[in-house]
Structures are given as structure tokens and as C-alpha cells.
Antibody
């Protein structure tokens, strides 16, 4: 069965960086885009970007451009999200989610499997 | 960015009621509109994709409809397990944007 298993909760100080992992199993790793979204308490879900596992190419939201990096490791079937220069506004639940075939046009996708979420808390 | 306006933000209803949640986009989505259900402490789950396609295993009391910029999620007869938060999402263009959510509560 398809699973996306994320790393555990993190507590960081302002200005620090965080790395969240997402290990995929149960499907062909290179077949589907992985997207990263976050959900702050009481806020709408916010799309951060996506990574194509076949070549590692990325598309980032302008809101996070320059501050996030999305990568993948094909040897361990794991995706990574790095967020730099954290502030209290980055306190949120971060999710990886699978959406869209990597070899197809990325429009019109939907997210069929989700990780369990990683809570990142930024506090001094 | 495409703005998604979802309403209502909260809704109180009873078991057996019919409820409707609407989502309006700031531009034509070519039907690339999805709905997700989220229960407390859990990740969202796909409910309906590309306007009206029901996720496998989702009961037929859930129905999605709409076109262009206006979309609707209808639950024909509420069951206890349907009390949750619902989000719409557009994937016509990046950034993929979500509505603010509708929290469906028991009356």
C-alpha cells in the first residue's frame, strides 16, 4: 500500500533552518510528483512547491522562493524539505503529498496520498 | 495567484441534513477543482477530484459539481462521520491554492 512517512516534530529558534523528510513506499518512486504544503493553526493550507522525482526539478511558490529547497534521494526513496531563516510565522504542520504523474502535464492534478504531517514550532 | 473563496466558513447541521459548500475561484479553472476532508489531528484526505470524480471508497452521498469559477460540494444526507473540515483546492496553475475551509459541526 502507498505510504508517505514523515520525520518527527521539530522545535527551532528564529533564524534557524529545518529539514523535514518524507519516505515513500508502495509505488514506483519516480512516477509521481511530490508536493509540500503547510497548515498553520486556523489558516488555509498553503502550497509550498513540488518536486519531480525523475530528475529532481522543482517548482516553488513565490512566497517561499529563496528560502525553501526541495530534494529527493532516489536510493532511499525519500523526499526532503529544507526551510531556512525560520520565523514564528513558519510554525505550522508540514505535509508531503503525492499529486500527478511525473511524466504528464502537471495541471489538473489532485493529491491522493498524504504524509502524517510534521509539526514545526519556531520559538525563542 | 488564483484566489479561492469558500463559504460558509462554518456550518451547523444535523444527521440526515443536506448541506452545500461553495467555492469560487478568481478565474476559470477548467474544472481543475478538488475537495478534501480533514478530521482533527489528521492529514486531509481526497474526497472529490476534477470537480465531480468521487475518490474510491467515498460514499455516494458526496457530490461535486460546477464549472468555470463556481463549484459546489453537496452532502445529501449527513452522517456522524461527515462532521469534519472541508477544503477546496485549484490545481489549474501554480501555486495550487486552497479555500479557507468549512468546518461542519453537529447542531
Amino acid at each position: 500500500q502507498v505510504q508517505l512517512v514523515q520525520s518527527g516534530a521539530e522545535v527551532k529558534k528564529p533564524g534557524a533552518s529545518v529539514k523535514v523528510s518524507c519516505k515513500a513506499s508502495g509505488y514506483v518512486f519516480t512516477s509521481f510528483y511530490i508536493h509540500w504544503v503547510r497548515q498553520a493553526p486556523g489558516q488555509a493550507i498553503e502550497w509550498m512547491g513540488r518536486v519531480n522525482p525523475t530528475d529532481g526539478s522543482t517548482t516553488y511558490s513565490q512566497s517561499f522562493q529563496g528560502r525553501v529547497t526541495m530534494t529527493r534521494d532516489t536510493s532511499t526513496y525519500t523526499f526532503y524539505l529544507d526551510v531556512d531563516n525560520l520565523t514564528s510565522d513558519d510554525t505550522a504542520m508540514y505535509y508531503c503529498t503525492r499529486g500527478g504523474y511525473s511524466f504528464a502535464h502537471p495541471s489538473g492534478v489532485s493529491y491522493d496520498y498524504w504524509g502524517q504531517g510534521t509539526l514545526v514550532t519556531v520559538s525563542s | 495567484d488564483i484566489q479561492m473563496t469558500q463559504s460558509p466558513s462554518s456550518l451547523s447541521a444535523s444527521v440526515g441534513d443536506r448541506v452545500t459548500i461553495t467555492c469560487r475561484a478568481s478565474q476559470n479553472l477548467n474544472n481543475y477543482l478538488n475537495w478534501y476532508q480533514q478530521k482533527p489531528g489528521k492529514a486531509p484526505e481526497r474526497l472529490i477530484y476534477v470537480t465531480s470524480n468521487l475518490q474510491s471508497g467515498v460514499p455516494s452521498r458526496f457530490r461535486g459539481s460546477g464549472s468555470g469559477t463556481d463549484f459546489t460540494l453537496t452532502i445529501s444526507s449527513l452522517q456522524l462521520e461527515d462532521f469534519a473540515t472541508y477544503f477546496c483546492q485549484q490545481t489549474y496553475s501554480t501555486p495550487h491554492t486552497f479555500g479557507q475551509g468549512t468546518k461542519l459541526e453537529i447542531k
